[in-house]
């Protein structure tokens, strides 16, 4: 049994995420930690909401709240929809928490004893009415290249030029509106990348099973243009981590916060020490998860993101925790992902454009839309939602292959034996076929799921659903019955039990339909199928089952329209 630990990349705190976030780390993190405990692995999969930096200030400032109080609300709001989408945490924490206050100012000094931070005076945008530094983001203005005028002084949304907040015309405080804007000389932390640029590069390199778009977006960073820089680990915020010396305040840094993207990635390990704090467990619980020196030598450690996250996950996380020298555990494989587009667009958060997570819940099931994402994630390009193709998926895939067969062979043996598995009959070189052929295709499918091949993944299972069904058709129980009632039940066993086990290969994409057909066949026994004969024998004769309502219904044209028009427009 194997020891993994699995993140996935934090949601922002700002709002309700689209499927967009969902399927480029949470969703596809989630299913890998679901086939890994199917397959008796030890599993510790962390997540957490990130809840520092200006976009959390100025979406408390909209709603009128308190930016501690806004965040503790949609921590609350984020983590009933990870549990809506059935997403396994083992913990969902908060990058406020006190964990990660005390672990991020413990690597924040370590780094400075090791020669690893430097402090840098630069020059920054001060806002005479707010009475203080503006962050890049707290800035707004007109893009010198597009003339949108809302352009942050980070970047501009409209056409994504990358800007410096002096380069906005007619710019202006995102906070108060003021234009009474003046650039004064600030000091921050920060971290020496460029010392550790060697080692960094060294790592990657000894990563040779990583995915071609991680270490591709890796090596860029690193190597391309100016390479590998040194980056400010400080900010002029009220909301974040203190930068503390010790248990004193920094001298020069009073009343600074340690920059978001420095105290995010170390909140995966500050929310497993939450989930020992709230499990009554003690440190050397959670530390056998990340130091190497209390354990964590044998973890295998998965982190999933998209791609626009991989530059902090494979150069400034490590780089912190190779510049504390301490025996902390550095990740093993990065799944990254590309990105999933609208119907013919974006999706946009300030738009509205495209279906949020909380919309999705509202209209369909979970594992309509787990199954539609995960079947369609963004691995080797980008992929795009649409309404025509997600009512294809789910009226083909899910209601004609998979609840249709359930549908089928349990409504036919109530129907000519009884709601319990018929005696009688023995398989013969029809059903030796179909379990040949099944035992290929589900080490083909497990294949793909160790490797996090999803795609594949979902194309393998799929495929298993499809020859039960063609299994069914050829078989036809229903004309056999009329000759041979012993090898009709036979083959109605057989198809019985592939219900058994369509539910425990499907558990980790569609966790509540894998349920919903375990209830029905009246079993708890979900044992991975090693041996697929003996899985296929699984429910004996005289086994009572019910018939399932169903599983999954179809998408009919005016519902598909009406969604299609109801989530093209703004979000309110």
């Known amino acids: 049994m194997a020891r993994i630990l699995i993140t996935s990349a934090l949601p922002y705190i700002n709002g309700i995420k689209h499927l967009g976030n969902l399927v480029g780390s949470q969703l596809p993190a989630d299913l890998y930690a679901r086939y890994m405990r199917n397959r008796g692995h030890e599993v ?88 203080r530094f503006l962050p890049d983001r707290y800035i707004e203005g007109t893009c010198p290249n597009c003339g949108y005028d809302k352009a942050r002084g980070d970047q501009c949304e409209n056409c994504t030029k990358q800007l410096d907040p002096t380069d906005l015309i007619e710019p202006r405080s995102a906070v108060s509106g003021s234009t009474d804007l003046e650039v004064r000389e600030t000091k921050h932390l920060y971290l020496r990348q460029t010392l550790l640029k060697d080692e960094i590069d060294q790592w990657i390199d000894s990563q040779a099973g990583w995915p071609i778009l991680t270490t591709s977006i890796a090596k860029k960073w690193l190597h391309d243009g100016d390479g590998l820089q040194d980056r400010g680990i400080t900010r002029d915020l009220n909301w974040g981590i203190p930068v503390t010396k010790g248990d004193a305040p920094w001298p020069g840094m009073e009343g600074k916060v340690f920059y978001v993207w420095f105290d995010a990635p170390i909140e995966y390990i500050a929310a497993t020490a939450e989930w020992a704090d ?49 025996p ?15 119907d013919g667009g974006q999706f946009s958060t300030s738009q509205g454009r495209g279906v949020f997570m909380d919309q999705a819940l509202s209209i369909l099931p979970s594992d309509y839309w787990r199954w539609w994402l995960l079947s369609h994630a963004p691995e080797s390009g980008d992929s795009e939602f649409t309404w025509e193709n997600f009512q294809q998926s789910v009226n083909k895939d899910l209601a004609d292959v998979l609840g249709n067969f359930v549908s089928r062979i349990t409504k036919f043996c109530r129907s000519k034996f009884t709601e319990a598995v018929p005696e009688g009959g023995a398989f013969g070189e029809q059903e030796e076929a179909l379990i040949a052929d099944l035992t290929t295709r589900i080490r083909a499918y497990e294949g793909h799921m160790e490797a996090m091949e999803v795609r594949k993944a979902a194309s393998e299972l799929r495929a298993i659903w499809v ?18 009632p012993e090898k009709a039940a036979a083959q109605v ?44 024998s699984a429910l004996p004769a005289g086994h009572v089952f019910s018939v399932p309502d169903v599983l999954f219904r179809k998408i009919s044209d005016e519902e598909r329209e009406d969604w299609q028009a109801r989530f093209a427009g703004v979000r309110s």
């Open 493 to 536: 066993r057989l198809g019985l039990n592939l219900i058994r086990l369509y539910a425990v290969l499907s558990q980790p994409f569609i966790p509540d339909a894998s349920a919903a057909m375990l209830a029905a066949m009246q079993t708890e026994n979900d044992a991975w199928p090693e041996d697929v004969a003996a899985a296929l």
């Open 278 to 326: 709230a499990n009554g467990k003690s440190d050397a619980d959670w530390e056998r998860w990340w130091r190497t020196d209390k354990g964590a030598d044998d973890v295998r450690y998965v982190q999933f993101m998209g791609k626009d996250n991989v530059p902090f996950h494979t150069l400034s996380f490590p780089a912190t925790i190779m510049g504390s020298r301490e």
């Open 328 to 342: 902390w555990k550095l990740v093993d494989y990065i799944k990254s992902f590309n990105y999933l587009n609208y």
């Open 44 to 131: 510790m999969f962390i997540c957490a909401t990130d809840e520092h930096g200006t976009p959390a200030e100025l979406a408390a400032a909209k709603t009128g709240e308190g930016v501690a109080e806004y965040c503790a609300r949609m921590h609350g709001e984020q983590a009933e929809l990870a549990k809506g989408f059935r997403l396994s945490f083992d913990h969902y924490g908060r990058s406020s928490s006190g964990r990660n206050h005390a672990i991020t100012q413990h690597l924040a000094n370590k780094l400075a004893e090791n020669g690893f931070i430097e402090e840098v005076v630069e020059k920054q945008v001060y806002s005479n009415a707010d009475g």
């Open 467 to 484: 020859a039960g069904n063609e299994y069914l058709q050829s078989a036809a129980p229903w004309s056999t019955f009329k000759e041979d």
